[in-house]
C-alpha cells in the first residue's frame, strides 16, 4: 500500500511571534513538525507497519522543512519529497495543486494529513488535494481502520462521533486523539539520515506559470495587547452595578 | 593399613569435593565473562579502607542493629572455626593437633565461637520464620543454611567430643562443651568410642565439602563474591552514571536489552545478592505498591544470567543436577496498571482524607495507620516470577520478561536501595541502562515522559514554555539587584537557576528568597537570563542520553563563554550532576549548592539570622543532596542557626531519608500505582508533629506541598525550602518582598 503522508513544518507551539518589517521574523525560532501531522505520521506507521506498504512524507518549504522530513523519517516512514522552488510563494490553492501533481505521478491508495496548521490555523490544503485527486476525504479523524480496501473512520463531529465508510484511496485529516506518536529511537534518527530525500522544483512537476495564488496578504500584525483582567469587589449588587457598567463603557448593548 | 585406606579415601572425597566446588564457581564465573568489559579505576587505597571498613568492619550491615549483630557472630565465627575445621581434619588424618603455639586457648576459641554461633543461627531462624521479617523470604530453601549450620556446629562438637573419650582425655576448663559431651560419652569402650569419632570426623567432612558445594549454588555464593564485589565497587561519586559514546561507529546498540549488555562488574553484583531485602524494605516504589523492589530486579536478573549463561556456555550451573528441568523463568503475571496494592484507590483516599490528631497547638500527629509496606510489592514478585514451559531460553527478552517496563519507570533514582546494600550492589545504573535502551532504541518512553523530554529539547524546559520567557522571573524582583553575565562579567559566582527555579511558580519564590540573602551578604553573583538551558538531569535519568550530551556541552559552552568558575544552584539535580557528571565533558568549575553558600555565608557572619523563626521544623533530605553527595549538614546548620527553630528528625532522615518521589525523571510521570510517594513522605513527616516541612530541593518542595494538600493540612503545615526560613529570620517575616 502506498501510504502519503503531507506534513508542514510549523513554529514551536510556544515560540514567541515578532514581526518585522512587516514579516513574520523567523529568526532564533524552534521549528517542529506541526503536532497534527504527527499524528499522521503515527498512523500512517502503524498502518504501514500492519498492512505492509511504503510511507511516503512530503511537504512544500523552505530549505529548513528538511529537519521535519528528517524527523518524519527518524519516526519510521521510509521516503520524503521536498517541493520547493522560490518562485513558489504559494497559498493553500497553490500548495494543494503541488501536493497533488508530485503525488499523481507516484500513485497513492491513502494520503494522511493534519487537520489543521497550528501557524497559520490553515486546515484547508489537505482537503483541497482530496478534490485535486478528485478522492473522498475524511476530515478530523480519531480512530481509524483499514481493511482490504475499506477505510472506517471515526471523526470528531462537534463533540459527536460519526463513524464514515470509504473505499480507498481516500485521504484523512488527522485529529488530536487518533494516537499517540512515537518518540524517535536513536538508530531511527541515524537511519534518517541515509534515508531518500527527492527534492522537487515547480518544473519537476511541470508546474509554473499556471499557479496564481488566490489570496493576497495585506498586513501582518501581532494580536493587541491583551488588557489585564479585573476582579469585581464589593457585595453582589455593587458587582452587578459594575459589571454593567464596564460592559456599557466597553459600547456593549443588550437589545 | 587403615591410616592408609583412610587416608586415601579422604584424599578422594576432598579432591572430588575441591573439583565439584571449584566446577561450580568457575561455570558461574563464565556466565559472569559474557558481561561487557567493566572499566575499574585503580585507587587501591581507597577500595582496600572500603574492603576494611565493609567486610571486616561489616559497616552496612549493622545499619540494621539485630541482623547485623547475628551476621557480625556468624563472620567472625566462620573464620575463626575455618581454623578449627582443618585442625579437626587434620587430627583426625594424622593423629596430632596442629602445631599451634598455646592449643589449649585455641581450643577454647573454638568452643566459644560455637556457643556464640549456635545462639546466632536460631536467631536467624526466629528473624525469619517467626519474627516474619517482611524483607526476609520464608520459603524451606532459605532454611537450609540454618540447618547446614547446625549440623556443622553439632560434628565439630561430636567430633571433639568423642575424640576425648577415644584418647581418654581428662575433663578440662579449656574444652568445656566438648569435656562435657565426653562425660556423656564416658561408658563407651574404647573401640566404639574410636569408631564413633571416625564416624562423626567424617560426617563433619562431608557436611562441610557439601555445604562448599551449595554455597556457590546459593544466595550463600555472597561468601566468596560480596568481599570480592565490595573490592571492585565503583570508587566515582555516588551514583555516577556510565557515558555513552555516541561517535563509536561500531556501537549498533545502546543501552541494555540482553544480560550480556551490561559489563562484567554489573553480573558480578547479580551473584553477591544475598536476598537481606534490605533494599527493598527502603524503597519508596515497593513501599507504595509500585511493582519494582530493587532486590527481586537483582535475583530476578541472576536467575536468568544464570539460565542464558548454561544456555551459552553449554554448562549447566548444578552440580548434582537434580533433575533435567530445562524450563526457564519468567514474569508470568503482567503487572496491574493500579501497582500491587490493590485498594490503592481507598488506602490513598482513606488515608488522604482521615483528618490528622491534633496535638498540641497547631503540630499534626498521625495515629499508628500504615504509611508504607513492602509486603504487597514482595508478594507479587514472589509470585509472578517463575518456571515456565511456554518459553525458551532464546525467547525470553530482559525487558518484558524478566524486568517489566512497569518497574523500570517506578524507580526514582533515590539510591536508598544501594545505600542499604551490605555488599555494595548498584541497582540504579541497571534500571537505566534498561531506559537508555527503551529510550534510545525504542523510543519507549510513558507519554508524559516523553512530552517532557521534546519540550526539553526545543525550549529547554520540560513544560515547553518559551526559552524567551526563561528569564522573566527576574521582572519579579522588585528593586533587587539581578546582574546578568553580561552585566557583571567579574562575578564569583554564577547562579544557574535552573528550570524549576525560573519557571515553576513556587520555585520561583525559592529563587527570590535566595537573591536577596545573596545580596544582603554582598555575594559578586551573576545570572546567565535567557542563555541557561535545562541541566539535562531529567533526560539523563530517563535514559535519554543523547539529549543530556547536547545539553551538558551547549551549557558548558555558555560557561566557558562567560569564564564560570564558581557555579551555585538551589536544586540538587543539577547541582550533582554539574559537580559529578559535567566534569567527564570538560566542566571545570567549583559547584556549591544554595544550601552549602548560605550556611558558609552564615558562618562568616555575612548573614545574620536574626529574628526568631518560632517554628517546629523537620527536614526533609533530598536524595541527590544527600546520599549522592553526603549534603545532610548544612541545611540543617543553617537552621540551627536561626533563633527560635526547633529543628526535630523524622524517622527516616539524612541517609535513610525516603525520597520524596519526584527524582529520575518521576516528576513529570503520572503515578497511576499503588500510593503517591509523596503522600507517604508528608505523613511521615507530619508524624513528628513540625509546623513546616523543610527542604532544600524544588521538587521535594512540590511533592512536600502536594503531599500536605493531600492530608488537607497545609494550612497548619507551611512546607518551605531552607532559604526562604533563613529570609524570615534575616529580614524578619514583616518585610517586603516576603
Given amino acids: 500500500m502506498k501510504i502519503w503522508v503531507c506534513i508542514k513544518q510549523t513554529f514551536d507551539t510556544e515560540e514567541k511571534i515578532v514581526i518585522e518589517n512587516g514579516k513574520v521574523d523567523e529568526k532564533d525560532a524552534e521549528f517542529i513538525i506541526n503536532p497534527y501531522d504527527e ?38 516512514a521510509d521516503k520524503a519529497a521536498l517541493i520547493q522552488d522560490p518562485s513558489l510563494v504559494g497559498d493553500e490553492c497553490v500548495l494543494a495543486r503541488m501536493l497533488a501533481e508530485a503525488i499523481r505521478r507516484e500513485g497513492f491508495d491513502l494520503i494522511l494529513g493534519g487537520n489543521f496548521a497550528v501557524d497559520s490555523g490553515s486546515g484547508q490544503v489537505a482537503i483541497r488535494l482530496a478534490e485535486e485527486l478528485d478522492i473522498p476525504h475524511i476530515g478530523s479523524v480519531t480512530g481509524l481502520n483499514v481493511n482490504g480496501r475499506q477505510a472506517i473512520a471515526k471523526r470528531d463531529a462537534e463533540g459527536d462521533t460519526e463513524a464514515v465508510e470509504s473505499t480507498l484511496p481516500v485521504l484523512i485529516t488527522a485529529q488530536q486523539g487518533l494516537n499517540e506518536p512515537r518518540y524517535p529511537s536513536l538508530p531511527g534518527i541515524m537511519r534518517a539520515k541515509r534515508k531518500p530525500l527527492e527534492r522537487l522544483s515547480a518544473q519537476d512537476l511541470g508546474l509554473s506559470d499556471s499557479l496564481k495564488t488566490k489570496t493576497l496578504i495585506i498586513e501582518e500584525y501581532l494580536p493587541p495587547e491583551k488588557e489585564a483582567g479585573k476582579i469585581l469587589e464589593g457585595d453582589l449588587d455593587q458587582q452587578v452595578q459594575e459589571l454593567v457598567e464596564a460592559l456599557c463603557g466597553k459600547g456593549l448593548s443588550f437589545n | 593399613m587403615w ?45 582496600i579502607s572500603v574492603f576494611l571498613l565493609h567486610v571486616f568492619g561489616q559497616k552496612k550491615l549493622l545499619k540494621d542493629r539485630k541482623s547485623g549483630i547475628m551476621h557480625v557472630v556468624m563472620f567472625y565465627g566462620f573464620i575463626i572455626l575455618q581454623f578449627g575445621a582443618l585442625d579437626i581434619v587434620y587430627k583426625g588424618l594424622v593423629g596430632r593437633p596442629l602445631p599451634i603455639p598455646g592449643y589449649h586457648y585455641f581450643q577454647l576459641s573454638q568452643e566459644i565461637t560455637v556457643c556464640f554461633i549456635l545462639p546466632a543461627v536460631v536467631y536467624a531462624f526466629y528473624r525469619r520464620y517467626m519474627e516474619k521479617l517482611k524483607r526476609l523470604k520464608r520459603g524451606w530453601k532459605a532454611s537450609l543454611v540454618v540447618f547446614f549450620i547446625f549440623f556443622l ?76 564485589n565490595i573490592f571492585l565497587r565503583r570508587t566515582e561519586p555516588a551514583g555516577k552514571l556510565r557515558n555513552m559514546d555516541f561517535d563509536d561507529e561500531f556501537s549498533e546498540s545502546f543501552g541494555a536489552s540482553k544480560i550480556e549488555d551490561f559489563d562484567k562488574k554489573q553480573l558480578l553484583d547479580l551473584y553477591a545478592c ?25 535475583t530476578k536478573m541472576r536467575d536468568h544470567l544464570t539460565e542464558k549463561g548454561a544456555a551459552v556456555t553449554s554448562k549447566s550451573p548444578w552440580i548434582p543436577a537434580f533433575s533435567a528441568d530445562a524450563r526457564v523463568h519468567t514474569v508470568r503475571n503482567r503487572p496491574h496498571p493500579s501497582g500491587t496494592w490493590h485498594q490503592s484507590g481507598g488506602v490513598q483516599e482513606a488515608a488522604a482524607s482521615e483528618p490528622g490528631k491534633r496535638s498540641e497547638g497547631s503540630a499534626v500527629r498521625l495515629g499508628a495507620e500504615t504509611i508504607t509496606d513492602i509486603e504487597p510489592t514482595v508478594r507479587w514478585q514472589n509470585f509472578s516470577w517463575g518456571k515456565t514451559d511456554e518459553k525458551k531460553i532464546d525467547n525470553v527478552h530482559l525487558i518484558g520478561d524478566v524486568i517489566t517496563e512497569e518497574e523500570i519507570w517506578s524507580c526514582t533514582t533515590c539510591r536508598n536501595c544501594e545505600d542499604q546494600c551490605p555488599v555494595g550492589n548498584e541497582h540504579v545504573d541497571k534500571i537505566i541502562d534498561l531506559r537508555r535502551y527503551l529510550v534510545l532504541m525504542e523510543g519507549k518512553v510513558p507519554q508524559e515522559g516523553q512530552r517532557a523530554m521534546q519540550n526539553i529539547e526545543r525550549q529547554g524546559n520540560p513544560w515547553g514554555m ?130 552549602q553558600l548560605l550556611d558558609l555565608l552564615v558562618k562568616e557572619g555575612r548573614l545574620n539570622p536574626k529574628h526568631p523563626v518560632r517554628e517546629r521544623v523537620t527536614y526533609h533530605d533530598s536524595c541527590y543532596l544527600g546520599r549522592y553527595n553526603s549534603v545532610f549538614d548544612q541545611p540543617r546548620n543553617i537552621l540551627r542557626a536561626i533563633p527560635g527553630v526547633e529543628l526535630v528528625e523524622m524517622e527516616r532522615s539524612r ?68 532559604a526562604e526560613i533563613l529570609v524570615e529570620s534575616v529580614f524578619g517575616s514583616l518585610q517586603p518582598g516576603h
Fill in chain 2, 153 to 228: 556446629m553439632l560434628s565439630v562438637l561430636l567430633t571433639l567430643g568423642l575424640d576425648r573419650v577415644r584418647l581418654g582425655e581428662a575433663v578440662s576448663r579449656y574444652a568445656p562443651i566438648s569435656s562435657l559431651i565426653a562425660l556423656a560419652f564416658s561408658g563407651l569402650s574404647m573401640p566404639l568410642a574410636t569408631g564413633f569419632y571416625h564416624a562423626a570426623w567424617w560426617a563433619h567432612l562431608l557436611i562441610l565439602l557439601a555445604f562448599a558445594l551449595y554455597v556457590p549454588q546459593s544466595k550463600h555464593f555472597h561468601l566468596i563474591t560480596a568481599p570480592i
Fill in chain 2, 655 to 722: 541517609e535513610n531519608g525516603m525520597c520524596c518521589g519526584a527524582g529520575g525523571g518521576m516528576m513529570w510521570l503520572e503515578e497511576e500505582a499503588g500510593k503517591r510517594v509523596n503522600l507517604a513522605r508528608a505523613e511521615q513527616a507530619l508524624a513528628v508533629g513540625p509546623n513546616t516541612i523543610a527542604s532544600a530541593c524544588p521538587y521535594c518542595l512540590t511533592m512536600m506541598d502536594d503531599g500536605t494538600k493531600m492530608k488537607g493540612v497545609e494550612e497548619e503545615v507551611k512546607t518551605k525550602d531552607v
Fill in chain 2, 3 to 47: 591410616q592408609l585406606i583412610h587416608f586415601l579415601l579422604f584424599l578422594i572425597v576432598t579432591g572430588c569435593g575441591i573439583f565439584l566446588i571449584a566446577q561450580v564457581v568457575y561455570r558461574r564465573y563464565a556466565y559472569i565473562q559474557l558481561g561487557k568489559p567493566a572499566v575499574l579505576r585503580k585507587d587501591l587505597k581507597e577500595r
Fill in chain 1, 39 to 76: 499524528y499522521a505520521i503515527e498512523e500512517a506507521l502503524q498502518l504501514r507497519d500492519e498492512l505492509g506498504g511504503e510511507v511516503t512524507v512530503i511537504t512544500v518549504g523552505p530549505d529548513r522543512a528538511e529537519n521535519a522530513l528528517r524527523t518524519a523519517l527518524a519516526m519510521g
Fill in chain 2, 466 to 595: 518559551s526559552r524567551s520567557d526563561r528569564a522573566k522571573w527576574m521582572e519579579d524582583m522588585n528593586e533587587m539587584a539581578v546582574p546578568t553575565v553580561k552585566e557583571n562579567p567579574d562575578f564569583d559566582y554564577l547562579f544557574f537557576v535552573g528550570s524549576m527555579g525560573s519557571y515553576d511558580n513556587r520555585s520561583k519564590k525559592v529563587t527570590h528568597s535566595f537573591i536577596r540573602l545573596l545580596n544582603e551578604a554582598g555575594v559578586n553573583f551573576a545570572v546567565l537570563g535567557n542563555e541557561e538551558k535545562a541541566s539535562g538531569d531529567t533526560p539523563r535519568r530517563m535514559g535519554n542520553e543523547f539529549l543530556f550530551q547536547q545539553l551538558c556541552e551547549a551549557n558548558i559552552k555558555t560557561f566557558e563563554k562567560y569564564h564560570v568558575k564558581k557555579i551555585v544552584t538551589a536544586c540538587p539535580h543539577t547541582f550533582n550532576l554539574f559537580k559529578n557528571e559535567y566534569p567527564a565533558f570538560g566542566l571545570r568549575a567549583e559547584v556549591l549548592h544554595h544550601t
Fill in chain 2, 274 to 298: 544475598v536476598e537481606c531485602g534490605r533494599c527493598t524494605n527502603m524503597c519508596p516504589a515497593s513501599g507504595t505498591g509500585k511493582v519494582l523492589s530493587p532486590m527481586h530486579l537483582i
